[in-house]
């Protein structure tokens, strides 16, 4: 039969419309489908003539470098990360109380990574494609180490507190304050990292 004599009773076009809705279509989506040569390749799949393949999902970070800290057998973050030691010219309330008191022994030496976000994303997917909360957890005492070797910028550290809830430790390199401004958030806030934001973690 020639495409010109190809037509669609009510019933087949019920059929359609029931499958596109069943399986969550939109009326754009059903448009782009109708467009070019698309429709070719669905029926070159219900004959068997070719296959379905998911395409991978693009990637949310990539690797831009690797640092070295050093065994710290104890360290004070109450002490040491405040204003006026390691470049910190700044740091908010919320980051004064989640230091308090927390003292780390034994932390021992690794190879940290630093990963550019290329997407905008809350930190779930992101922890999760940096191979998950073993991997992006660091310490404080590593980052005191970084505050002196890392280039300006904006740097993410996921850090547990003393109850062994995640959080994400913000520094931000600010000219006008000539130094580095601290910040911390809960994970759970669902807060949008913008694309360029580095993140920390374990390079495996």
Same mark, same amino acid.
Request: glycine residues 8%; negative net charge.
């Given at each position: 039969?020639?495409?010109?004599? !190809?037509?669609?009773?009510? #019933?087949?076009?019920?059929? !359609?419309?029931?499958?596109? &809705?069943?399986?969550?279509?939109?009326?754009?989506?059903?448009? $782009?489908?109708?467009? #070019?040569?698309? !429709?070719?390749?669905?029926?070159?799949?219900?004959?068997?003539?070719?296959?379905?393949?998911?395409?991978?999902?693009?990637?949310?970070?990539?690797?831009?470098?690797? /640092?070295?800290?050093?065994?710290?057998?104890?360290?004070?973050?109450?002490?040491?990360?405040?204003?006026?030691? %390691?470049? *910190?010219?700044?740091?908010?309330?919320?980051? $004064? $109380?989640?230091?308090?008191?927390?003292?780390?022994?034994?932390?021992? @030496?690794?190879?940290?990574?630093?990963?550019?976000?290329?997407?905008?994303?809350?930190?779930?997917? *992101?922890? @999760?494609?940096? #191979?998950?909360? @073993?991997?992006?957890?660091?310490?404080?005492?590593?980052?005191?180490?970084?505050?002196?070797?890392?280039? %300006?910028?904006?740097?993410?550290?996921?850090?547990?507190?003393?109850?062994? &809830?995640?959080?994400?430790? %913000?520094?931000? +390199?600010?000219?006008? /304050?000539?130094? +580095?401004?601290?910040?911390?958030?809960?994970?759970? $806030?669902?807060?949008?990292?913008?694309?360029?934001?580095?993140?920390?973690? &374990?390079?495996?």
């Amino acid at each position: 039969m020639a495409d010109s004599e !190809l037509m669609l009773d009510v #019933g087949q076009a019920n059929e !359609l419309k029931l499958a596109f &809705r069943r399986c969550g279509w939109t009326n754009e989506e059903i448009k $782009k489908l109708s467009e #070019g040569d698309t !429709l070719v390749g669905v029926r070159q799949v219900i004959r068997g003539e070719a296959t379905i393949q998911a395409v991978e999902a693009s990637k949310l970070l990539e690797d831009v470098g690797t /640092y070295g800290v050093d065994v710290v057998t104890e360290f004070d973050a109450e002490t040491e990360l405040v204003e006026g030691k %390691h470049g *910190i010219s700044w740091a908010s309330e919320e980051f $004064k $109380k989640f230091i308090a008191g927390k003292i780390e022994t034994n932390v021992p @030496a690794a190879r940290l990574r630093v990963s550019k976000l290329l997407r905008q994303s809350v930190d779930g997917p *992101i922890i @999760a494609e940096l #191979g998950g909360e @073993a991997t992006v957890e660091t310490f404080l005492a590593w980052l005191s180490q970084l505050l002196g070797k890392l280039p %300006h910028g904006r740097y993410l550290f996921y850090v547990k507190d003393a109850q062994g &809830r995640l959080w994400v430790v %913000h520094c931000l +390199w600010y000219s006008s /304050y000539s130094g +580095w401004c601290l910040n911390v958030d809960s994970v759970a $806030k669902l807060f949008q990292w913008t694309v360029g934001n580095q993140f920390l973690s &374990r390079d495996s």
